[in-house]
Every structure is written in C-alpha cells, then in structure tokens.
C-alpha cells in the first residue's frame, strides 16, 4: 500500500505513523512463500516475502511445525540465487525459524560451501548460521574450518568466528576451549572489533581461573591492546581482578597504575571506562581518585552531550561516598544546570546538593527553583530526595529549603512526587526541632487542596501526633474540621479521630473539640459517625476542661502491644461460640524482624510510613517485647537496643543474630533463631555464654525457646549483672544448644525421642559505644554554650600513623559510638587539620557533647586534642578513659 500524499501544514497529530507492514497476515505471507519456487527467481519479491516473514517472527507470531518445514524447505531453494542481497536475507530467515537437526542436513552442504566461497560476506553469515543451527556432532566435523576463520586475515570473517565461538561456549564448551591457541593469536590482530572479540572470548574461556585471567590481564597490560573496544574491555578484566584480589593482597593495588595510565589514552571511551573503574574500587582513597576526577572534569566542558551525560553521572555516584573529592567540579557543574539535556542538568543539581557548602546553599536554591518546571516527576523525585539529605547536613538552612519545598509542594505533580515532597519535610520536622511549626503549617495548607486521600489522612495522623505538642495547637484545628465538610468518608474519619486527639493531649481545647465532635454525629457515613460516637463517650468531662485519664488516652491512641500478624492469626481461629474473643488470648510474641529483614532486603522505609525517627521509637519496640517477660521487670528502664548482630553465616542450617538491650545495671542479649531445616524440630533451645574475657558481668538469668519448628523465628534472652556507673566490656563466645528430633515430612509429626546437640555461634562483644546512643542536635554552638563548663575535661593524644585525617576521625566516631553533628564527619581532601562536632546521650540518660581537634604532620602521625562537656563529671571522665583505652 502506498503512502498518500499529504501536506505539509495539515494536522495529523492524532494519527498513527504509517507502517509498510500494516494489514499482514500470516496466511496471505504463508501464500506469497510460493514466488520461491518460481523458475525465475524475482531477487527483489523474494527479499520482501522474507521481510515479511522476520517481521512475523518478531512479533510473536508462532509458526506450526508443518509451516515452519514448508518455509525452510522453500528457502533453501533460494540459495541458486547469486544476488547479494537476497542471500543474505536467506541466512537471516534460517537463523530464526532454527531447523531440526533432521532438516539441518538440507543446507549444512550449501552453507559449508558458502564457509569456504570466495566472496568475504557469504563467508562471514555462513559462519554464523552454521554455528547457531549444528549441534555437537556436526561441530566438530567443521572445527577446522572455524579455527582456520579465527586467525583469518579479513577482519570481518574473523569477527564472525571469534562470536559464533562466544555463543557456543554455552553449549559446547569442551570444543571452544580447544581454541585458545587461535583465540590468542586473534588477540594481536591490528583489527578494532576482532581484537574485542577475541579479548572477550578468551576471558570466557579462563574465567573460571583466576590465575589465568590474572596472567592474561597483565600480559595485555603491556600495551598490546591498540583497540579503544579491547582496552576498555581490559580495563573492566583488570577492575575485576583489583577487586578479587582486594581480600588477600596488601599495600598497592595491582593495575592501578595501568588505570591510571589509561587516562592519558586518545581515546575518550577508554579515559572514561580507566575512570569509572578507578572510582568505583572498593576502599579507595582521595590520592587515587584525585587523577580520575580531574579526567571527568574535563568531560564536563565537552561539547559531546554523551560524555557531559557519563562524566557527571560518575561524578555524582563519588559524590554519594566521596563528597569534598568532587568540590573542585562545582564550578563546572554549575553551568550544566542549564544544559539543553534535563538528564545532565538533574544530575549536576543533584551532585552540587551533595557536595555543596553551607554558603552555597542560597544560589542553588535559586537556580532550581527555574529548573524544576523543565524536568519530569521522576526527575523532580530525586531533586527533592537531595534537598532533604542537604538539609539534613545543614540545619540552619532548614529555613530556605523548607520554603523550597513548601513552594513545589503547590505545584501540579503525580502523587509519588507530591508523596516524595511531603516525606522530606516530615523528615525535617522530626529531625530539625526548629522546623517543626512551619512544617506544620505546610502540610495544613496543602491538605486544604490535596487530591490523594492517602496523603490526606498520612498528614492528618501525622498532625494528631505532633500537632498537640506546639506552643499553640488550637491554630490547626481550622485546618482538620475543615476535612469534615469538604473531603470523601476516609479523610473525614481520619480528621474526626485527629480532632480527638487534640481534645485528648490538650485539656484547653477540650471544650472547642467537643462542639466539633458533636457536628459529625450525624455524618452520612457509618464509620465517621461510630468514630465520634467512640470518642464522645471515652473523652469524658462532657466537653469540660478537665485532664482526660492516662488509661483512655491508651485505650484510644496508644500502640497497640500485640503484634498485628498474631491479632490476625487469633481472629481467623476464632470460631463464633458465647465465650467473646478473648485479646489478652493473643500472643504478644514478636517474631524476629531482623531475620525477616535479612531474608527480603528493602528499602528502609522514609517519611510519614515510618515509625519517628531516633533511638527511642527503637527502643519503645523492644521495651514493649521485654516488658511481657516477668523476669526483666525488675531491671529498670531500658537504655538501648543495639541493631542485630549476625552470629551465623547467610546459608546454614540455622540463622541467629542478637540484640543487645542495656540497662543500668544489667544487659540483656536477645538471640533471634530460626530453623531453616524442613526435617527437624528444634526444643528447649539456649545459648551457653562462655564469660572467661568478660570479667565483669556475670550470669543471672537464661531463657530458652521451648520449640523452634521450621521456618518460625523464635527467641532466646540471657541475662547478665555488670557493676552499675561502670563501662563494662567483654568478648562473649556463644554456642547454641538444642534437642533436634527428626520429623515426618508425610505427616508433619516429630519423633518423641530427641538427640542433644550443639552448634557454635560467632563471638560476641560489648564495647564502650554500646553505652552511648546516638541523638543530634541542630545547633552545636548553642548547645555547647548552654551546656557550660562545669564539667569541661580537655585532653590530648596521639593516635600514631594513619592513612589521612579520614581514617582518624572515623575510628574515634566509631569509638564513641555518637552522632556527628553539623556534617563534620566528612574531611576535605588531603586536609592537615579538622574539626568533628559530636553529640550523644550516655548511660544514665546524661547529655554528652564532644569536641574533637585533628592534626596530622608529615610522617602522618595524627594527633588529637579532645574537649568533653556533659551533664556528669563523672561521664566527662568516662569518655577520656574511652579514648585513652582504645
């Protein structure tokens, strides 16, 4: 069908491009197959039929196995034919119908012959078709053939052969590996793409050798690859050995420098792939990328949009782990804000959020805000994701980015961007004290035009948590009761249950509440109108302003104890009698979500899904957990809960990982089992603590699982007294001991007799940080000053050779376990000096704040002058006898 004419100006947007195979069918094609059998072949007709047929192919169209004969048999009838064209379309045709072994036998002679025709380009395809339809059996009667096109001198026979041969690695491996010798005379082929391909081929043929692979690498390394595709190949054979060495070598990387000398290569795929390899090694340092980020830099200026594209897509993944090593690109990153390409532009603004100062936060601010109009929502996300984390760098900025954030929140978007939005700042709003009254006022406002109920009724909860707690919370109730008249069922009900809240945690408002609550009693919908009824009732003081009780405050707003799997589990039981169900029938067991974790990794959940952030929510978890074992009662409040250990390896026979709870005068280890073998049941499991280099703890309470099924996380806790006010550390070694009996994979039943047996865990340690939990303050200055210096101890050490300055501060942080404030974790390239702002909350509930001051001399030995201000003497003097032990 021709294509009818059109003009230019006339508009046919709505309609769909013309396509030359619009209308085929199969059994008009399957019909036109006969013009193969024509005494006079038509080359032209012929090509097309078979055009025809490949696109059939491709589109899913399956053909019978009668069809599939017919066409194959009528296409070899095309191999009489001498054009060019034609011929080639013939290979292509057999390739894809992929004969029988039984008809492959039709045209092996035809395309054995075609391997050794004069004509290169029949040459090439027959190589090809041939190794992609013969089994085993016909490749080794033409393994002559294929070695001799190997070493070929036409590059393009070759390439055919060098390919070929890596598909038939997969199913004939023994054959190809007889190649080697020819493979690596192709290696020094003058030829681009066969010197790629034969690089490729015999990596394949070695990999399962590290030593071979080792020694191929460091032949190649020499200068013998001219190709830029086979030097780009080798440097990834090299990336791979640095990093499979990495565990069992020392000192320098070997072919590091051969990275490092690729960067000066003419080629700009080979100085990209050198850098990209050197940026992503594992562990290393500035003095390594230095060379590598001044590579990208000077792709950021090129006029190629592909190389701006790769350079500053590099640029940002060092930046995630690297950040003061990609500083000196700022200024030319800066100018691809603008670029034509929102991908380059997305990414540099990206890149600049992480690797930004403090004072350059203002003009990026100004410079995306005219940005975020040109880009798409998904784009959008990962903007508003690097704000958040700038922001949480930078909390005396939370000003600017929060007005940010509240400006684009207006804007038209897609929920999972407007979602991405309002995440950060309930992020802000919980880590950022300071932020939380215009946080608050933002969500209000958006909520009054919010088109997804889920946002909706998220920030509605999210304020009935929060909202009570501000200076003034009656400024928000306008806000809620508006969601009662103007929103669908769902958000009315979660405004009615957000109004009871404030009535319930602000005995002022109670009154206002009550004449609102009465409103909605008469609501259309049955859950609005149970909820207010609900509360109406459970408030008491009948709208007075009078303290609403701790118990009803729990009854309608707490958390719920009771896991919501096991509730679950209770109710399908339950079957309907007189007796009620029973809630205190349910068990409060929490199964391990640690191991659950471990088993389906995810992201950690963000924003309004996740529980607040900081160590108490963590804390309030497993105090709930303990508090429903009667022998820890007597243990006082829980301090900490450290996140799980992992004492087994991934794949054993049983996963057991602990959590360490401390307490003032006790720890207490949490080891969370599972048994991973179907065939057994495990009882009374414990663990038996060896406390031979943990001298000052002792023993005082272990509490076995009765029984561990298959696949049922269960938990084991043991007990121990430590003096109280003392840092107590120790290596613990744990075994597990259990009685397995062997179970009838039939019926699912357990032998009555059982076996005793044991299973040795990893080693355990307490360490000083375990003491320490982790709280930020947003303003060091101001909380240093306010902390006075009452209890101020200044002291100096020297911390011996080290790599850097980062490799100090590291170890000191992880020494003390606290938080980093401020951003002073990170340390700028090749700095002699730093300070680190550190902030914690020790034993005892007592606020700590630490100064730490750097210096490193030429030899690289670090010194370290430490200031410690707290709320105890005694904890100021603690934190010294930390630092000067370890």
Known sequence: MAQPLVKKDDDHDDEADYSPFLGIEKGAVLQEVRVFNDPQLDPRRCSQVITKLLYLLNQGDSFSKNEATEVFFSVTKLFQSKDLGLRRMVYLIIKELSPSSDEVIIVTSSLMKDMNSKTDMYRANAIRVLCRITDGTLLTQIERYLKQAIVDKNPVVASAALVSGIHLLQTNPEIVKRWSNEVQEAVQSRAALVQFHALALLQQIRQNDRLAVSKLVTSLTKGTARSPLAQCLLIRYASQVIRESANTQT??????????????????????????????????????????????????????????FAAVRALNKVAMTHP??????????????????????????????????????????????????????????????????????????????MNFLSNILREEGGFDYKKAIVDSIVILIRDIPEAKESGLLQLCEFIEDCEFTYLSTQILHFLGNEGPKTTDPSKYIRYIYNRVHLENATVRA??????????????????????????????????????????????????????????????????????????????KNYE????????????????????????????????????????????????????????????????????????????????????????????????????????????????????????????????????LPYDTPGQTFVAFEKPEGITAVGKFSNTLRFIVKEVDPTTGEAEEDGVEDEYQLEDLEVVAADYMMKVGVSNFRNAWESMGDDFEHVDEYGLGPRENLAEAVSAVINLLGMQPCEGTEVVATNSRSHTCLLSGVFLGNVRVLVRLQFGIDGSRDVAMKLAVRSEDEAVSDTIHEIVSSG
């Open 251 to 308: 000192g320098d990387r070997p072919f590091y420098d051969f990275l490092e000398s690729c960067l000066r290569h003419k080629a700009e795929m080979v100085v990209f792939e050198a850098a990209r390899a050197i940026t992503e090694l594992s562990g290393v340092t500035n003095r390594e990328l230095t060379p590598a980020i001044t590579a990208l830099q000077l792709f950021l200026s090129s006029s190629k949009p592909v190389l701006r």
């Open 324 to 401: 003061m090593a990609v500083t000196n690109c700022n200024i030319d990153m800066e100018s691809l804000i603008s670029d034509q390409n929102r991908s380059i532009a997305t990414l540099a603004i990206t890149t600049l959020l992480k690797t930004g100062n403090e004072s350059s936060v203002d003009r990026l601010m100004k410079q995306i805000t005219n940005f975020m109009s040109d880009i798409a929502d998904e784009f959008k996300i990962v903007v508003v994701e690097a704000i958040r984390s700038l922001c949480l760098k930078f909390p005396l900025k939370y000003r600017s980015l």
């Open 494 to 571: 979660a405004a009615v249950s957000t109004l009871a809240k404030f009535g319930a945690m602000v005995d002022a408002l109670k009154p206002q509440i009550f004449v609102l609550l009465r409103r909605c009693v008469l609501d259309s919908d049955d859950e609005v109108r149970d909820r207010t009824t609900l509360y109406l009732n459970t408030l008491g003081g009948d709208g007075e302003v009078v303290e609403t009780d701790k118990e009803t405050k729990t009854l309608l707003f707490g958390a719920l104890d009771i896991p919501l799997v096991n509730l679950e589990t209770s109710l």
């Open 576 to 707: 309907p009698s007189e007796e009620p169900f029973d809630i205190d029938s349910v068990s409060k067991e929490v199964k391990s979500q640690p191991l659950a974790e471990k088993k389906a990794p995810g992201k950690k959940p963000t924003g309004l899904g996740a529980p607040l952030a900081g160590p108490p929510s963590t804390v309030d978890a497993y105090e709930r957990l303990l508090s429903t074992i009667p022998e820890f009662l007597d243990f006082g409040k829980l301090f900490k809960s450290s996140a799980p250990v992992e004492l087994t390896e991934a794949e054993t026979e049983y996963a057991v990982n602990v959590v360490k709870h401390i307490f003032d005068r006790h720890v207490v280890f949490q080891y969370n089992c599972t048994n991973t073998i179907p065939e057994q049941l495990l009882e009374n499991v414990s663990v038996i603590v060896d406390l031979s280099e943990a001298d000052d703890f002792a023993e005082v309470l272990s509490k076995p699982v009765r029984s």
